[in-house]
């Protein structure tokens, strides 16, 4: 199933895509059982939003491929670090950069959204605990992240406004560890992946994350990024494209 929430005039609701047409539903379907409304919209004419804006918690995974390593040790748990929700935008969205960030970077990463309340689960039966995966973009000021004069936390390198795109659509039933990711700048390809390079499977970080922290429906769990990551600014087009989930492309702005 493909969900997308979309807005048409004043007019915010999800639909399920098939092919090119909406078919609008009751409800949030991460939430609830939701039916068809009897609307049905071409896919051209509503505006894409977020899938998910609100997400009770957003935990963001370090070091989970090889090849983002860089010299450093490879973890051995998963590392989850939070993201604000207010970072959270959608597709379209211009990622605004703070004219004092220096160098910010593109990330391009499958993002896992939770559909049931997750405690103490065992890595066998995680994957029953995920309602959908969308794209995210996990926007990085590495002049803040690291370095000689550093923050001491991540809290504005990974949380500024606008610093976590995502979308256009939550699509289920897929397996997490069986996609091919790439990330572009103005066309231009700086990554590219697949998800069964990842340290830590979505599975083994549901599980571990949950013997800590109880998931909830709606929380997002970005499952890291592979490889260099390519330079952005203002004036650039940056584009996450992930097999079977879809194409999330945002402009940069200077805030």
């Not at 896919?43 to 804006?53: C, G, Q, R």
């Not at 926007?139 to 990974?158: I, L, P």
């Not at 260099?228 to 600014?233: D, H, S, Y």
Request: proline residues 7%; charged residues 20%.
């Amino acid at each position: 199933m493909k969900y997308v929430r979309i807005q048409l005039n004043d007019e915010i609701s999800y639909g399920i895509v098939e092919e090119e047409k909406v078919i609008e539903i009751s409800g949030n379907p991460i939430f609830e059982n939701c039916k068809e409304t009897g609307e049905t919209y071409n896919l051209s004419e509503v505006k894409i939003l977020s899938p998910n804006p609100s997400p009770p918690k957003n935990l963001c995974l370090a070091l989970n491929y090889g090849s983002h390593l860089l010299g450093a040790n490879a973890p051995k748990k998963p590392e989850p670090f939070y993201k604000t929700v207010t970072a959270i935008c959608g597709p379209g969205d211009p990622i605004k950069i703070p004219k004092d960030a220096g160098l910010v970077a593109c990330e391009s990463e499958l993002v896992v959204i939770i559909g049931k309340e997750a405690k103490n689960v065992s890595e066998n039966s995680a994957l029953d605990y995920v309602f959908g995966y969308t794209c995210g973009n996990d926007v990085s000021a590495r002049e803040w992240q690291s370095g000689n004069n550093s923050d001491m936390q991540w809290w504005r390198a990974k949380s500024s406004d606008t610093f976590g795109p995502t979308g256009p659509f939550i699509v289920t039933d897929i397996d997490p560890q069986n996609v091919s990711i790439r990330g572009l700048v103005n066309g231009v390809e700086g990554q590219k992946c697949h998800s069964s390079e990842m340290i830590f499977s979505v599975a083994e970080s549901i599980s571990f994350i949950s013997k800590y922290v109880t998931l909830v429906p709606g929380d997002m769990l970005w499952t890291g990024t592979s490889g260099m990551t390519p330079p952005i600014n203002p004036g650039d087009d940056v584009t996450v494209e992930i097999e079977k989930v879809g194409t999330l492309i945002n402009p940069v702005e200077s805030a």
